[in-house]
């Protein structure tokens, strides 16, 4: 059997925040704003995920309301939530900024989502693209997810 899902995430920046994507902080005077560590790539993987499980979203399973996830390493939410798929086929994860350029840091954010999949590196796609300056991308950070998920 062949599961399919995709996420969405948007985070504002802010000062006085790290910016983390895909685990890995990156260099940047802004950060994202959220309840956890605000990891939008994450966040968007994780609801690819549990969109192929048919099991929600994030906000179900970790909710903002609940105080033990304020400040949340979002790799290890990730943790919790690979723990519940079976195989992955694949993942293909597109983060959206303006800023900061995010093209070298790339190998080092694929390399952190293959090792919390424990998977090869092949399987897991990255890239970075911005939006002209239009839309969200100005204020913020989102990204968009899919997944392929094997039994």
Excluded: W
């Excluded at 925040?17 to 994202?32: H, S």
């Excluded at 979002?74 to 694949?90: D, H, P, T, Y």
């Amino acid at each position: 059997m062949i599961r399919i899902g995709t996420g969405y995430d948007v985070h504002r920046l802010v000062p006085e925040r790290k910016l983390i994507l895909c685990g890995v902080e990156v260099p940047c005077e802004l950060g994202l704003l959220g309840h956890s560590d605000a990891d939008v790539a994450v966040h968007a993987l994780m609801d690819a995920i549990l969109g192929a499980l048919a099991m929600g979203d994030i906000g179900k399973l970790f909710p903002d309301s609940d105080p033990q996830y304020k400040g949340a390493d979002s790799m290890k939410l990730l943790a919790e939530v690979i723990r519940r798929m079976f195989r992955l086929g694949n993942l293909d994860l597109t983060i959206i900024a303006e800023r900061p350029k995010l093209a070298k840091h790339i190998p080092a954010m694929r390399e952190s989502l293959a090792a919390a999949f424990g998977c090869d590196i092949s399987q897991v796609s990255v890239k970075a693209t911005t939006e002209e300056g239009l839309g969200l991308a100005g204020a913020g950070i989102g990204s968009q997810a899919a997944v392929l998920l094997e039994k």
